[in-house]
């Protein structure tokens, strides 16, 4: 004879603990699968800046690339001439602040201005309507590979050799024959020379993104900053942090300006691959004039804590299904993680505001 119903308990609850049961395991199986627990030989953030402080050395507070830099502050002053595109408030004719950071690459924050060829520009800017737009351009045009295992193994192949700490040449050229989309890169490296300012660069946000207007339709897009300020005179001998004091020179003198020069992508452009570039006749729009300020040490400066995320995007701009992006996210979020945690030790340093996403 079977027990009848309990009065006190619901039709249905055992299937619902089940339910339940059931989204805990996919949602730890999910975490453990991004953490790389249940697939050890695949590629995480982790593991990636793992490699990236393997290169530049352990430098605890630091970023674990781009670790030598300094803030900057200003605003962009929109001239609406990008709205017709994207809905972002950043767009319209008025004025957004922004909180910037100029670096070079690399994880060593005392490596010498001249050890590499490339500068960078992040950007936070800040929507009145509470939204964040976050950017990390870098002042070349094209980047070298096109997924985050190329780049892993680029970085890979470029570990310094303890005997001569160089790179081994010939790990670096079998990396490079065995990954032909760097030519691009390498044609225009054979060329790029250390610059003598940040002012003077042109920083291209490398990956493509999408407009979204009011209709909801999608526009790909490329992005760049483009000085008004003439190139600089050759880096003074024996000054290993001439950039900065280029900098504040300069903004002494006046504030900084550079036009946010947007890309529209035509039919067949590739979108989600960083190492192909664009046509030079694409349809090109002045959004508007960067205007940089102020600058401040990073150490105590307001872009210290700032997780310069390229998929921090506000309503109006979407990310493309370019995979470095996601990587991008990643590790900064990896290499955010390790730095305040180690800020937490070091004399002299306040308790770093946690990051939150808008």
């Given at each position: 004879m079977h027990d009848s119903p309990d009065p006190l308990r619901p039709a249905g609850v055992g299937w619902r603990w089940a339910a339940i049961a059931a989204a805990v395991v996919v949602l730890a199986a999910a975490f453990a699968y991004v953490g790389g627990w249940l697939t050890p030989g695949r590629l995480t953030a982790g593991r990636l800046v793992d490699e990236l402080q393997r290169n530049g050395g352990l430098h605890p507070g630091y970023r674990r690339n781009h670790a030598k830099g300094v803030c900057v502050a200003g605003y962009f002053e929109g001239n609406g001439k990008a709205s017709a595109y994207s809905t972002a408030p950043v767009f319209a004719a008025g004025r957004t602040p922004v909180i910037g950071r100029?670096?070079?690459?690399?994880?060593?924050?005392?490596?010498?201005?001249?050890?590499?060829?490339?500068?960078?520009?992040?950007?936070?800017?800040?929507?009145?309507?509470?939204?964040?737009?976050?950017?990390?351009?870098?002042?070349?045009?094209?980047?070298?590979?096109?997924?985050?295992?190329?780049?892993?193994?680029?970085?890979?192949?470029?570990?310094?050799?303890?005997?001569?700490?160089?790179?081994?040449?010939?790990?670096?050229?079998?990396?490079?024959?065995?990954?032909?989309?760097?030519?691009?890169?390498?044609?225009?490296?054979?060329?790029?020379?250390?610059?003598?300012?940040?002012?003077?660069?042109?920083?291209?946000?490398?990956?493509?993104?999408?407009?979204?207007?009011?209709?909801?339709?999608?526009?790909?897009?490329?992005?760049?900053?483009?000085?008004?300020?003439?190139?600089?005179?050759?880096?003074?001998?024996?000054?290993?942090?001439?950039?900065?004091?280029?900098?504040?020179?300069?903004?002494?003198?006046?504030?900084?300006r550079w036009h946010l020069r947007v890309t529209l992508a035509a039919p067949g452009d590739p979108v989600d691959d960083a190492t192909q570039v664009w046509p030079p006749e694409r349809t090109e729009i002045d959004a508007g004039t960067l205007v940089l300020e102020r600058e401040q040490a990073q150490d105590d400066g307001a872009c210290r804590d700032v997780n310069y995320?390229?998929?921090?995007?506000?309503?109006?701009?979407?990310?493309?299904?370019?995979?470095?992006?996601?990587?991008?996210?990643?590790?900064?979020?990896?290499?955010?993680?390790?730095?305040?945690?180690?800020?937490?030790?070091?004399?002299?340093?306040?308790?770093?505001?946690?990051?939150?996403?808008?």
């Open positions: 100029f670096a070079i690459p690399g994880g060593n924050p005392y490596a010498p201005d001249s050890s590499v060829p490339i500068r960078s520009l992040a950007l936070r800017f800040d929507l009145p309507d509470g939204q964040q737009w976050r950017t990390g351009m870098n002042s070349m045009p094209v980047f070298p590979v096109a997924t985050p295992e190329a780049f892993f193994a680029q970085a890979v192949a470029g570990e310094r050799d303890p005997a001569t700490g160089k790179p081994d040449p010939a790990k670096l050229a079998a990396f490079f024959d065995a990954h032909p989309e760097t030519g691009p890169f390498r044609a225009w490296v054979k060329t790029a020379r250390p610059s003598a300012s940040f002012v003077s660069e042109s920083y291209y946000g490398l990956n493509a993104f999408y407009f979204v207007d009011a209709r909801g339709d999608r526009h790909a897009v490329r992005w760049r900053v483009v000085p008004e300020a003439a190139d600089a005179s050759a880096a003074p001998a024996g000054d290993d942090d001439y950039l900065v004091r280029d900098l504040q020179q300069r903004l002494a003198a006046a504030p900084q995320d390229p998929t921090v995007l506000p309503a109006g701009i979407a990310p493309s299904g370019d995979p470095l992006l996601a990587a991008r996210s990643a590790a900064y979020a990896d290499s955010y993680r390790r730095r305040t945690s180690e800020e937490a030790g070091i004399p002299g340093y306040a308790t770093p505001k946690q990051e939150k996403r808008p």
